[in-house]
């Protein structure tokens, strides 16, 4: 690895109106290197990519290329100079094939008769993808792909502009432990072939992987960079949260109560099948399994979403027909949906409204909505919640990821619920994130909810729950109690054999 720098960004910083984005920040990256840039939501991360990608143009501040200072008028100027941009939730073509995906806006043509070149594309296409280890054809339709190999393509597609350095904006969020590992076997190729790597990621575990040296970027401003050797994880979360976080998962000790809720038999052709567990009063029952488990499956059904064919969901010890959200709210039964861009919000609305969305009924009279009466109550949970934000007037699409799930959170708590199924509550969010979200959990448990949360991270299952239920192809393989419980355990049971024996207890 070379010691000069391919990219350097000099006391960059970036306003918008009412936010200081970043704040004199510097940042370089090496021929070859990994660089890991960390930080809470709202720490500027998303920003700065913005003007690497000419997306932005910086307040102050400059670009050093190669050497050489550099302004960036717009993304097609980036890509030209060789920079290239892989981000969490891929934009891809569904419709066209994968060689199409690879060389739109660069297509190869043929000198003569000006037409594309489709044996040239799918050719370079084909050894790009060989390349990668891939494994599929440069014909196959792109909607067709997993998320983790559509990862792949927008990879072979910056490497067929021949990319020298490369962005990727949390790329492992959506994927499996095994795709993750594929990825990381892709990148560390791509660092031994000698592209400069910028890695954003929330996830420790990939930290410590791949990186070479990290940044930590805090409110705008740069913390500083280390060797990633040299770092603790204690060190990389106080660096990031500016305190100190004495305990990554604060379980409080609450009273488990009589029985909220039972599930018994519950099946939905195709997706799950004979499915049951219980929750009681102040109790984090945690459902988890590798993804594709129907874990998720199960919650919208519970939830009304998608009804099940059988079985049957019983309320305080009562059985209740939940045949859409609607009445599952009725009965009592609130959630969290995992995707909470696409189901959980209104991205053009404002806070207030969405947090009050759920709540019309009980803000109204004789059909009118008491605009008063939802901004006291808006702001009262924006506040418990302490969600960042100008007002509760602010668009919900320019919060931060941690910020809009407490939003999501809010909308539940405005709701007299008895049951709170939580899908994936702290996917994409910071540590500083996590830890306030675990403490609302922690509060909703004491405060006498049921609580169904589903995780795919260990650690924060064995971290937050009272109980496991473990589900496999859509079945329980193992139900146990968190207390003695280790990874090892989980794992076994997520990937039992459906002749193995299922331990409960």
């Known amino acids: 690895m070379s010691d000069q720098p391919i990219l350097e960004l000099r006391q960059i910083s970036k306003a918008f109106p009412g936010v200081q984005a970043l704040d004199t920040v510097q940042f370089d990256l090496k021929p070859g290197e990994i660089h890991c840039l960390m930080g809470e939501n709202g720490a500027g991360k998303s920003t700065f990519i913005k003007i690497i990608t000419g997306v932005h143009a910086p307040d102050q501040g400059e670009i050093i290329l190669q050497g050489n200072p550099t302004v960036f008028h717009n993304p097609r100027e980036t890509r030209h100079a060789g920079i290239a941009a892989i981000y969490q939730h891929v934009t891809a073509y569904p419709d066209l094939t994968v060689a199409e995906n690879i060389f739109m806006g660069h297509e190869k043509i043929k000198p003569l008769t000006r037409r594309i070149d489709w044996v040239a594309m799918h050719g370079e296409s084909q050894r790009l993808l060989d390349q990668l280890d891939a494994g599929f054809s440069s014909r196959e339709r792109m909607g067709n792909l997993s998320v983790a190999r559509q990862q792949i393509v927008e990879i072979a597609k910056a490497l067929s502009a021949d990319a020298r350095i490369l962005i990727m904006d949390e790329p492992t969020a959506a994927l499996t432990r095994h795709e993750s590992d594929e990825l990381y076997r892709i990148t560390e190729g791509l660092r031994d072939a000698g592209v400069g790597i910028i890695f954003i990621s929330h996830r420790l575990e990939d930290i410590w992987r791949l990186a070479d040296r990290v940044t930590v970027f805090r409110d705008g401003r740069h913390v500083g960079t280390w060797p990633a050797a040299d770092l603790t994880q204690h060190d990389l979360v106080v660096a990031m949260v500016g305190r100190e976080i004495a305990q990554m998962f604060p379980k409080r000790e609450v009273h488990i109560g009589e029985e909220v809720l039972r599930v018994e038999s519950l099946s939905r052709t195709g997706f799950f099948q004979d499915v049951s567990f219980s929750v009681h009063k102040g109790e984090i029952v945690a459902l988890t399994g590798l993804v594709g488990a129907g874990r998720t499956e199960v919650c919208e059904s519970l939830y009304g979403i998608y009804p099940p064919d059988a079985g049957q969901i019983a309320l305080d010890g009562k059985v209740v027909n939940v045949g859409d959200p609607m009445e599952a709210l009725r009965v009592g039964i609130g959630c969290l949906p995992e995707d909470r861009q696409l189901e959980g919000l209104i991205l053009e609305w404002e806070i207030g409204r969405n947090i009050t969305l759920p709540s019309l009924k009980n803000l109204s009279r004789m059909g009118w909505l008491d605009d008063r009466q939802e901004r006291v109550t808006s702001g009262k949970l924006a506040t418990k919640l302490n969600v960042r934000a100008p007002s509760i007037f602010t668009r919900a699409s320019a919060l931060s990821g941690g910020n809009q799930q407490k939003v999501v959170v809010a909308k539940i708590l405005g709701r007299n619920l008895k049951v709170i199924i939580l899908d994936e509550p702290?996917?994409?969010?910071?540590?500083?994130?996590?830890?306030?979200?675990?403490?609302?959990?922690?509060?909703?448990?004491?405060?006498?909810?049921?609580?169904?949360?589903?995780?795919?991270?260990?650690?924060?299952?064995?971290?937050?729950?009272?109980?496991?239920?473990?589900?496999?192809?859509?079945?329980?393989?193992?139900?146990?109690?968190?207390?003695?419980?280790?990874?090892?355990?989980?794992?076994?049971?997520?990937?039992?054999?459906?002749?193995a024996e299922v331990p409960r207890g």
């Open 426 to 499: 702290t996917k994409g969010v910071d540590v500083g994130a996590k830890a306030a979200i675990y403490e609302i959990i922690g509060e909703l448990a004491e405060q006498g909810y049921g609580i169904i949360f589903v995780s795919s991270e260990m650690p924060e299952v064995l971290g937050m729950s009272d109980r496991i239920v473990v589900m496999r192809q859509g079945r329980v393989t193992a139900e146990m109690k968190t207390a003695g419980a280790t990874q090892e355990d989980i794992l076994r049971a997520a990937m039992a054999t459906e002749e």
